[in-house]
T-cell receptor, first 112, second 114 residues
């Protein structure tokens, strides 16, 4: 019974395609996040939602669009994929902003 | 502009000995620090944290030390076990407009040899 689940776990796609990564948490948390781990292994925040409201929107290309249909879900849609988008994307949730993160197992995106 | 840095990409220690992982930060507004552990193909899992009002926090074999004047924190694992082999990330948060964003270091890969 996974607390934070991401699908798919692996995603290989061609440049220019549009893809989505889904995230669901069953912890009853109010806050959800998307982080990107790049080739240099840094984990960098992209977006955060608190009670379905966007509270963090870092400097990412507007090809990336998060969507939170409810508190338990935060999906990431990426348009016109580029080679540089290849990375591992982690979803996380917490009871309140900044406290007690639980991470999903990650989605490895490879753009060819 | 990397505000949290882990300058040692890897560390190897013998089972039973102490592992010391280091982390430096530049933002004096950070007031909460965390360590996460990550196994391959899994997400990071929370290990231990410390508030800036403390200089030490201990949880079993894990102790985190915070030196605010030096903007440095360290994680001590005693005794180290082979199951501790993983990537360890240091993270920080805080500031006047704290939105819950964690700033991570780039990680240190710990190998504990039997």
């Amino acid at each position: 019974d996974t607390a934070v689940s991401q699908t798919p776990k692996y995603l290989v796609t061609q440049m220019g395609n549009d893809k989505s990564i889904k995230c669901e948490q069953n912890l009853g948390h109010d806050t959800m996040y998307w982080y990107k781990q790049d080739s240099k292994k840094f984990l960098k925040i992209m977006f955060s939602y608190n009670n379905k409201e966007l509270i963090i929107n870092e400097t990412v290309p507007n090809r990336f669009s998060p969507k939170s249909p409810d508190k338990a879900h935060l999906n990431l849609h990426i348009n016109s994929l580029e080679l540089g988008d290849s990375a591992v994307y982690f979803c996380a949730s917490s009871p309140k902003p900044g406290y007690g993160y639980t991470f999903g197992s990650g989605t490895r995106l490879t753009v060819v | 502009d990397q505000q949290v840095k882990q300058n040692s990409p890897s560390l190897s220690v013998q089972e039973g000995r102490i592992s010391i992982l280091n982390c430096d930060y530049t933002n004096s507004m950070f007031d909460y620090f965390l360590w996460y552990k990550k196994y391959p193909a899994e997400g990071p899992t929370f290990l231990i944290s410390i508030s800036s009002i403390k200089d030490k926090n201990e949880d079993g074999r894990f102790t985190v030390f915070l030196n605010k004047s030096a903007k440095h924190l360290s994680l001590h694992i005693v005794p180290s076990q082979p199951g501790d082999s993983a990537v360890y990330f240091c993270a920080a948060s805080g500031g006047s407009s704290n939105t819950g964003k964690l700033i991570f270091g780039q990680g240190t890969t710990l190998q504990v040899k039997p």
